[in-house]
């Protein structure tokens, strides 16, 4: 089945630092791809939507200079936390659709633990 | 979004087959229901979809009401490796952009009794 993959599992850090976080769509061509925030014991909650060669589409309160997603090829995105804080440990999420209709599929998930 | 309603938790038994309802009464005609689900300190995990008719697959089966105003997902017989936050969502099928997004409510936990 369809496979995609996140990298890394785990990242701990200092303040300030920016961290980067791919995601691959191991077996298909994502035209589309998606980053979501989890906090614990909450939902996934979407952050922005990519297409390939294009600029990213944040949800209202998600602050595009802070998260910058790069979407350069149809099986690669990426997120980089710029700065990042304490308030900003969670667990982001990735997914990637082929085309409209087709199920989204998801990676294991970034956990980011901030000092 | 069309919104959906899940009960917060249920439990079942290991090898007993498990109903998991999801209503979604302001659903459109173009929505499909999806459900997923995801295990702790996982990403979620796609059991299936439909639009209208009943539909099976490996994982599990998913009956879909007439007036498509509800709908259940059908765990056959439940494994402890069952138990997760099963997410009911409606997707629009036409839309692009946004409207063919998946967006996630608060779900069903499932607990598996040995």
């Known amino acids: 089945g369809a496979v995609v993959s996140q990298h890394p599992s785990r990242v701990i850090c200092k303040s300030g630092t920016s961290v980067k976080i791919e995601c691959r769509s191991l077996?298909?061509?994502?035209?589309?791809m998606f980053w979501y925030r989890q906090f614990p014991k909450q939902s996934l909650m979407l952050m922005a939507t990519?297409?390939?060669?294009?600029?990213?589409?944040?949800e209202q309160g998600v602050e595009k200079d802070k998260f910058l997603i790069n979407h350069a090829s149809l099986t690669l995105s990426t997120l980089t936390v710029t700065s990042a804080h304490p308030e900003d440990s969670s667990f982001y999420i990735c997914?990637?659709?082929?085309?409209?209709?087709?199920?989204?599929?998801f990676g294991d998930g970034t956990r980011l633990s901030i000092l | 979004d069309a919104k959906t309603t899940q009960p917060n938790s249920m439990e079942s038994n290991e090898e007993e087959p498990v109903h998991l309802p999801c209503n979604h009464s302001?659903?459109?005609?173009?929505?499909?229901i999806h459900w997923y689900r995801q295990l702790p300190s996982q990403g979620p995990e796609y059991v299936i979809h439909?639009?209208?008719s009943n539909v099976n697959n490996r994982m599990a089966s998913l009956a879909i009401a007439e007036d498509r105003k509800s709908s259940t997902l059908i765990l056959h017989r439940a494994t402890l490796r069952d138990a997760a936050v099963y997410y009911c969502i409606l997707r629009d099928a036409v839309g692009g952009g946004s409207q063919g997004n998946l967006i996630f409510g608060k779900g069903t936990k499932l607990s598996v009794k040995p």
């Open positions: 997914s990637a659709r082929e085309r409209v209709g087709q199920p989204q599929h």
């Open positions: 439909g639009l209208t």
């Open positions: 077996d298909f061509q994502a035209t589309t």
């Open positions: 990519s297409n390939e060669g294009s600029k990213a589409t944040y």
């Open positions: 302001t659903i459109s005609g173009t929505d499909y």
